[in-house]
């Protein structure tokens, strides 16, 4: 049996141009590929635009043109389409969300924020490794929460019914989001604090919090926040899972890799051909065909499609 599986976080667009990754014929550095995602089954892709900080564009231009990029593989290739509340999981196609990593992208401008939105973009993750002017990231050690006006931000990202992101948020701006948001708010690619204590990860309270309104936390492959040891292992993403699910319920678990975002791969996840590896590491832990239907899949799908 292949099970579907969605994914929250992967950051296939970004290297487009530097790295010349192509969505049908991979690169050897590629994780995410057509024939990847056909192998692993992945029904549910998201796509985020990530703007590097260091290129003399601006982090609008960047996602402006990964806008474009993104919209050309729709344009050739049929087999993905954008998520909508008729899609069937039994047709060939594969769905896509379309999202921005870090709010750099809508400087401090609401306008830029609605033009994202009109264009399809459906979450926004607030931060990424930096401040900005929305709020402050996990890495930097900082106590203060939302600015003024990431509070804007968020009131209107409520209004007009945009997912809010709190992976790489610190944790004072995790508080803000729970007081403040009206609508559920999700980690794409979070991990586990109890099981690894970097600051990117979430702890049990947040976890819980996040899964009390609704939300999802999408265990990401990213090594060093998953283990402290040198190397992570599929064995690694499965624990973080299952202490989700403890925490927060079969109903807050899902899938956020980050692949293309990762220097390293966990061993024996190469890239989304893998992903049935999960779903069989589930099954060998004791969970029923119908909570790992959850997890891989239907978690991630319910949250998303109100958004849509």
Known sequence: MQYPFADAHCDFLAFIHSKHFHISHPTPLQHISLPYLQQGNVKLQFFAMWPNLKCTQSATEQCSRMLNDYQSILR?????????????????????????????????????LHQFFNQGVRALTLTWNYPNAI??????????????????????????????DVSHLNDAGIEDLLCLSTQPIFASHSNARALCNHPRCLCDDHIRAISQMGGVIGVNFCSTHLTTHPTASLKNVLAHLDHIIQIGGIHAACIGSDFDGIDQCPIGLPNSSAMQKIANGLKDMGYSDKEIYQISYLNLHDYIIQFI
């Open 76 to 112: 050739q290739y049929h087999i993905f389409q954008p998520l909508d509340t008729h899609f069937d999981l039994n047709n060939e196609k594969i769905s896509t969300v379309l999202t921005i990593e870090g709010g750099e992208a809508i400087g401090n401008e609401l306008d830029i």
């Open 135 to 164: 709020a402050h990231s996990s890495l930097e050690g900082s106590s203060l929460g939302l600015t003024d006006f990431g509070r804007k931000v968020v009131k209107e990202m409520n209004t007009i019914g945009m997912a809010i």
